[in-house]
């Protein structure tokens, strides 16, 4: 069997940084979804590879960065998120067991778990915010992977969050662009203010990735682009140099 062209080679993974970017809707889990949906599925899948490729060098740890973590908060052992809000009885520990005074997880953070969970990732953990992700990737020896969880814009069509915007599906497609290019400074560029704007919650998670690789060569593979509920669903895995 030959060598999968998108992956580098043994010799990189023990100075590589690994990522898999994953949208961070509720959906993803299925008791979330109730009846399954096609298009639930896909983006299941797709997430489920990228984080399989993040992983196959053997992170010696696994960031999860999402929005909602405030500057200078880490998540770790006894951290806890749960879906009760939205009428789900699941709670999930970060890593190890929850424990009461524990801090309470983002939702990214805790679709960013349920992910490694399910991908049987049972190593080092650490969750931060987009502030403190670029700081913390360069801190780090060996091998890091990092979960990377957001959005695009939530005003794809009439009957999303925001409601239409022309401008969102353009913007969506040229963060695919560079995920798929494995750009690191097109994502560090990318316009906050006109993210806040189309609702593109993943905006200051892409920057902070783009920002923490910006001196690296990357390989690069889209997995998914697509909006199936008003919601760009952005999926890629990258590995860095």
């Known amino acids: 069997?030959?060598?999968?062209?998108?992956?580098?080679?043994?010799s990189f993974?023990?100075?590589g940084v690994t990522v898999a970017f994953c949208p961070a809707p509720p959906l993803l889990v299925p008791a979330v979804e109730g009846r399954p949906e096609t298009d639930t599925a896909t983006l299941r899948r797709a997430c489920a590879d990228a984080v399989a490729a993040m992983l196959a060098v053997t992170p010696a740890v696994v960031v999860v960065v999402?929005?909602?973590?405030?500057?200078?908060?880490?998540?770790?052992?006894?951290?806890?998120g749960d879906l009760r809000g939205i009428g789900v009885d699941l709670e999930l520990p970060f890593t190890g067991r929850v424990r009461p005074g524990g801090r309470r997880l983002p939702l990214p953070h805790l679709l960013g778990t349920w992910l490694l969970d399910q991908a049987g990732y049972a190593g080092t953990r650490v969750g931060v915010g987009p502030d403190d992700l670029p700081g913390l990737v360069r801190s780090l020896p060996g091998a890091v992977g990092v979960l990377a969880m957001?959005?695009?814009?939530?005003?794809?069509?009439?009957?999303?969050?925001?409601?239409?915007?022309?401008?969102?599906?353009?913007?969506?497609?040229?963060?695919?662009?560079?995920?798929?290019?494995?750009?690191?400074?097109?994502?560090?560029?990318?316009?906050?203010?006109?993210?806040?704007?189309?609702?593109?919650?993943?905006v200051p998670v892409?920057?902070?990735?783009?920002?923490?690789?910006?001196?690296?060569?990357v390989v690069a593979?889209?997995?998914?682009?697509?909006a199936p509920f008003g919601v760009g669903y952005l999926?890629?895995?990258?590995?860095a140099r």
Not at 1 to 10: E, V
Not at 150 to 157: N, P
Not at 221 to 226: E, G, R
């Open 221 to 226: 593979h889209l997995h998914a682009a697509s």
């Open 13 to 15: 993974a023990p100075f």
């Open 66 to 80: 999402g929005a909602g973590a405030p500057a200078g908060v880490r998540f770790g052992d006894g951290d806890a």
């Open 235 to 239: 999926v890629a895995d990258w590995a």
């Open 150 to 202: 957001g959005d695009g814009s939530a005003r794809r069509s009439v009957k999303a969050p925001g409601h239409l915007d022309p401008a969102a599906e353009p913007f969506d497609d040229a963060v695919a662009t560079a995920l798929g290019a494995g750009d690191a400074a097109a994502l560090a560029g990318l316009d906050e203010g006109e993210g806040q704007r189309l609702m593109a919650a993943g």
């Open 206 to 217: 892409w920057r902070a990735v783009g920002s923490a690789l910006a001196d690296r060569s």
């Open 1 to 10: 069997m030959s060598a999968d062209p998108r992956r580098p080679p043994a």
